[in-house]
């Protein structure tokens, strides 16, 4: 009995061991000579859903095998830094946490060491954050104050000057010697007629008289 349970103590002592060397062996398989990320084995963790960011949201250049990050852009939140490299690791930093300031700049940023015990390259990062979407702006134009409509000018008045009537019609000519009165418009053919005037009064007298004649007569043989 106490043999069983003494072997039975020995196989668990040696499971655990086993596990304990194989995570040792895990933790020195990923580990960096810089104390602020979380070096972390195996394959880098995502971001959570709608945290992405791109890496267009920072100012960052890459010397010597070594992220910096100068500036983050305006409506950016950065949560999360993850630099990948080496045989099977991340350094994993939190802006705010293990003595990594909380904002910008981040330099120095890089790999965990490899198996071999030097520096991995970094073969790829990304950050995780919010960004806040700025509102477009719409730019208005300023109103131009409107000109006041333009009266036409009136026109210049025509010529004070009165044309003549052209007459069409020229007054008939009095034909020289007609005096007398008696042609008239008549053109004077030198014909002078006023006898017959004359005449033709004594005719009435006459022919009066001779009526008053032939009237006392009748009444006289009555």
């Known amino acids: 009995m106490r043999r069983r349970t003494f072997r039975g103590a020995v196989a668990v002592m040696a499971l655990t061991t086993a596990a304990l060397i194989g995570t040792a062996g895990s933790a020195l398989a990923c580990h960096s000579d810089d104390n602020r990320p979380h070096p972390t084995p195996g394959k880098a963790t995502p971001c959570a859903e709608g945290t992405d960011l791109s890496q267009s949201d920072v100012d960052f250049k890459i010397v010597k095998n070594r992220l910096n990050i100068s500036k983050v852009n305006e409506g950016v939140t950065v949560k999360r830094i993850v630099v990948i490299g080496g045989d099977d690791g991340f350094n994993d930093y939190t802006p705010g946490a293990r003595g990594l300031d909380k904002a910008a700049p981040w330099n120095d940023l890089r790999a965990p060491f490899s198996r071999n015990g030097r520096q991995a390259d970094i073969e790829k990062w990304y950050l995780c954050g919010t960004k806040t979407e700025k509102p477009t ?10 000109k006041p409509t333009e009266t036409t000018k009136p026109s210049a008045p025509a010529s004070s000057e009165t ?6 019609t020229a007054p008939a000519a009095v034909p020289a010697g007609n005096e007398s009165g008696t042609g008239g418009g008549l053109a004077n053919t030198g014909f002078d007629n006023s006898w017959l005037i004359w005449i033709a009064a004594l005719l009435l007298v006459a022919g009066g008289g001779l009526l008053a004649l ?9």
């Open 137 to 146: 702006e719409t730019t208005t134009a300023p109103t131009r104050p409107t």
């Open 163 to 168: 044309v003549a009537p052209t007459s069409t």
């Open 214 to 222: 032939l009237k006392f007569r009748r009444k006289a043989s009555e």
